[in-house]
């Protein structure tokens, strides 16, 4: 059976995000916590999978006791499970420490319900913005990475491979790669589904699967956390807003295209040219 | 997998819908507490005041640990001339401890209160709409909802989603309100320093005042409110929605006509709108409540017109309401009959209760606001009080004798005279008392 792990992050709401303005911070005080919304494109494509070949999904998810509600409201959509990695040890983590912790959970869960064939993420959180961690855990699985996935066109259990479309800048890259493979969505990819009625009640009772640093057995202390973290934000600030000179062309519609079409050319030419 | 079954369902985390759960949560029940909003309050508005007494009966000093604003010491009713405002106050220290009445806020509140329902073991449904009710012949047996797979079984479903009650209009017990039955009030929250407001409204830490105001709508049937919160004021006002057709007045129009008064300016100045917020009120009073229990089902609150407009109680009404349901669903839990008859205690409960004597007391007030002497009792008479309140403490060499039948004269003037004075005085009296 194909089973699927989902990494999700509890992340505050950015369209309530305030910084202050005296220290440059996100003031997280009394913001509302959230699924990070890419990671809901991960939970709703593995659901997506279980319901066409079969399989069962874990959703993993590394913060505080109270992100357990992330992982309910995974439950609730139809994840078979939630485990909370929770512990004051991994507290502080950069992204080289969360997908250090993360891989090890991985490969736990695999011990309980078979190593995962594909593992999900979201392509970037909305507080860190890195896109580090997914890379990171395939690095450390040593699974085939497939980042911005935008469409997952076949997966077949039995050959053992997926085909994916990769979004980028200029075009999509179709790409066909053997299982186990890591898999970061864009939120192009799927609309996360609302949860039925037995989700929800499902999710209300359900208690997610706490591990703690004593769960792990081979866990190199000197990898997670704050000690095995080398990022250090320096300095934070907030750019000064573009000076941008703007020119009013006040006319007839016949004179303004006159005075308009030169500046426009001008501009073409000098792209062309760089 | 079979469909899920509760004892009871609750449709609506409001006031009356979370104290229905609350009540029958803590006897032991399986309550579900279906709610719309993505939280319970968010979709809720009210004016402001919160009363001690109702909630106390059931969270004994519940403003321990509630989220309220303000200990409302000074209440004032102030009538509103153009320019002008004659006022009438009380102020007292017993309204202190025990407080009588605080000012809150629903968003915070309401979401207090659904936690100590799902606290005491009611299972939380919310972002879900109920949006229709399952029968089997006549009995209701459930509620359908907006998600995959959502109908929910329940031996008695208490109604309480609100003035719009889809739920009502499913069973069929009322249509849509007529214009003339609801009020649309609108209100801002205001954000100023805590010491500007305390400054400007003359009290401590802790207290607050609450100004209900009379005049300038337009001169349609509606009262303004000015109340204070911890570091807000919310200002606000309710228009009969029959007045709004009427008139061609949109509603925000008329609160900031009231925001543009001389004498509110001076107590709302520099206040930053934080919020803006419209909801429907239901003012219909006692003759146009629904019957409020049948087979498997009772109403509580809002959507059964459970508020008594004259002392802008509804709130505490709908928490009684739902005390009572719940306490009569705790009753037929026990003994198993749900039936009409079963469930019919709660509308013999709800007749013995502060609700109906109230709401009878009050009977006649809405046709007498919806009757032609709206305009006056809300335009000409308030003007015509301060302009006789002028005439009555300017000095200008006048003697007394004079002074006072001219005021006099511009009270009779705005009324038509002196029977038409009398008449408004005798029907306004048999409205408040009848």
């Known amino acids: 059976m194909l089973h699927m792990v989902v990494c999700i992050k509890q992340v505050p709401d950015s369209r309530e995000i305030r910084i202050d303005p005296k220290t440059n911070t996100l003031i997280r005080q009394g913001v509302p916590a959230i699924v990070n919304p890419y990671d809901l494109n991960g939970v709703e494509a593995a659901l ?181 973290s080398p990022t250090i934000v320096s300095k934070t600030w907030v750019p000064e807003p573009r000076q941008v000179d703007t020119e009013f062309l006040r006319g007839t519609p016949a004179e303004v295209a006159g005075r308009l079409t030169p500046v426009l050319l001008e501009r073409l030419r000098m792209t062309q040219g760089a | ?49 919160l009363y001690r007494k109702p909630l106390e009966d059931i969270l004994p000093e519940f403003w321990k640990e509630a989220p309220l604003e303000r200990k409302v010491v000074e209440q004032r009713l102030w009538v509103l001339g153009k320019d002008s405002v004659v006022s009438l106050g009380y102020r007292s220290a017993r309204f202190k401890e025990p407080p009588n009445a605080w000012t809150g806020q629903r968003a915070k509140f309401d979401a207090w209160l659904a936690g100590k329902a799902e606290r005491a073991g009611a299972i939380p449904i919310y972002e879900t709409v109920a949006t229709s009710l399952i029968r089997d012949g006549d009995k209701v047996v459930g509620v359908q909802t907006d998600r995959e797979e959502g109908d929910l079984y329940a031996s008695v479903v208490i109604i309480a989603d609100g003035v719009n009650s889809l739920l009502a209009k499913s069973l069929g017990v009322h249509r849509e309100w007529k214009p003339d039955q609801v009020s649309l009030a609108v209100k801002e929250v205001l954000a100023l320093p805590k010491d500007v407001i305390q400054e400007r409204f003359g009290v401590e830490e802790g207290e607050g005042v609450t100004i209900e105001l009379i005049g300038e709508t337009c001169g349609m ?9 911890q570091d807000t004021l919310s200002i606000g006002v309710g228009v009969m929605v ?65 508020v008594n407009a004259a002392h802008r109680e509804g709130t505490d009404l709908a928490m009684l309401s739902g005390r009572l349901a719940g306490e009569t669903a705790v009753a037929c839990h026990a003994t198993g009959d749900w039936s009409a008859g079963g469930l019919g205690a709660y509308t013999q409960a709800v007749k ?73 005085g005798w029907r306004g009296w048999r409205a408040m008392n009848g």
């Open chain 1, 48 to 228: 997506q999978i279980k319901e066409q070949v079969g399989g069962r999904v874990t959703v993993i998810t590394m913060g505080p006791p109270s992100a357990d509600k992330a992982l309910k409201s995974c439950v609730a959509m139809g994840a078979d499970e939630g485990i909370l990695i929770s512990d004051r040890a991994f507290a502080g983590a950069d992204t080289l420490a969360t997908s250090y912790v993360l891989a090890k959970a991985i490969e736990k869960a695999g011990a309980l319900w078979g190593a995962p064939g594909i593992v999900f993420c979201g392509k970037q959180t909305l507080d860190g913005d890195t896109g580090q961690v997914g890379p990171g855990i395939a690095c450390r699985l040593d699974y085939e990475q497939l980042t911005y996935v935008e469409h997952i066109e076949s997966v077949d259990v039995e050959r053992g491979v997926v085909v994916v479309h990769r979004h980028l800048e200029d075009g999509v890259e179709r790409i066909r790669a053997p299982l186990p493979v890591l898999i970061t969505v864009v939120s192009e990819i799927n609309k996360p589904r609302r949860a039925s009625l037995p989700g929800l009640l499902r999710a209300q009772a359900y208690q997610p699967i706490v591990w703690s640093t004593a769960d792990f057995e081979d866990l190199d202390r000197s990898k997670i956390g704050l000690r095995g």
């Open chain 2, 1 to 49: 997998m079979s469909a899920p079954r509760f004892d009871a369902i609750v449709v609506g985390a409001g006031p009356a819908g979370s104290v229905a759960a609350y009540t029958m949560a803590s006897q032991g029940m399986r309550v579900a507490l279906i709610e719309r909003g993505e939280f319970p309050g968010a979709k809720n508005v009210f004016g402001g005041v």
């Open chain 2, 221 to 229: 049937a509606g009262l303004g409110f000015l109340y204070t919160n």
């Open chain 2, 242 to 306: 029959s007045d709004l057709q009427k008139k061609k007045v949109k509603p925000y129009q008329v609160l900031d006509s009231i925001k543009q008064h001389p004498e509110i300016q001076r107590l709302i100045a520099g206040g930053e709108t934080k919020e803006y917020a419209a909801h429907l009120i239901p003012e219909g009073g006692f003759d146009a409540m629904p019957p409020l229990s049948g087979d498997g089902w009772m109403i509580c609150g809002d959507a059964a017109q459970m």
């Open chain 2, 352 to 424: 013995e209760s502060i609700i109906h004597r109230d709401l009878k007391k009050y009977r006649g007030l809405h046709s007498l606001l919806s009757g032609p002497q709206a305009e006056l009792l809300f335009g000409a008479l308030p003007q015509a009080l301060n302009d006789a309140a002028y005439e009555m403490l300017s000095v200008d060499g006048e003697s007394k004798r004079d002074k006072q039948k001219r005021a006099a004269a511009l009270l009779r003037e705005a009324a038509g005279g002196t029977a038409g004075l009398i008449g408004i």
